[in-house]
């Protein structure tokens, strides 16, 4: 089987699962934190509309220096982040949809100002820096919610709320 049979449905799961938490905080004050070092509700946000849109990163480039990233945007609402989110997953499907295993493999690397953090398969790149990522900061996100008494969605099964 293709890899890309394997990655292309785990992408469309996750960028659903992700959207539908974070449309859960739509009516959330999105500047409350749970703590002074932790990020703004709305940080978070913001930081999770941007991860999809890295996948056409990976996919169509050797590498990347993560010292060409500009900030997070901010936005004043999760409508206009979950607008960022989907045309990122749309363009990052697009990047994924028809590569072959032989543009999977190939070695991808990351730096920072010119410094090497790391270069590994490109399809292991997409996993840790767009899948896990995302998945990791979801679990923030829903953490967030609970914490704000908002309904959390179903992410792998059921949650408290159904």
Do not use: C, K
Not at 75 to 91: I, Q
Not at 99 to 127: A, C, K, Y
Not at 139 to 144: D, E, K, N, R
């Amino acid at each position: 089987m293709p890899l890309i049979d394997i990655l292309l449905p785990e992408f469309d799961r996750e960028i659903a699962t992700t959207r539908a938490v974070i449309d859960a905080g739509h009516e959330l004050d999105l500047t409350w934190r749970p703590d002074a070092r932790a990020r703004t509700l709305g940080e978070l946000v913001a930081h999770l509309a941007d991860i999809p849109a890295w996948t056409s990163i990976v996919m169509t480039r050797d590498g990347y220096d993560v010292a060409d990233t500009a900030d997070t945007r901010q936005a004043g609402s999760v409508a206009t982040m979950l607008e960022w989110f989907d045309t990122g997953a749309s363009a990052g499907r697009t990047a994924l949809v028809g590569r072959i295993d032989g543009e999977l493999i190939v070695d991808w690397t990351l730096e920072r100002n010119g410094h090497l953090v790391f270069t590994l398969p490109r399809v292991s790149v997409f996993r840790v820096l767009v899948l896990n990522h995302l998945i990791h900061h979801r679990g923030q996100l829903s953490v967030y919610l609970r914490m704000r008494g908002a309904r959390v969605p179903s992410i792998y099964g059921p949650t408290a709320d159904g």
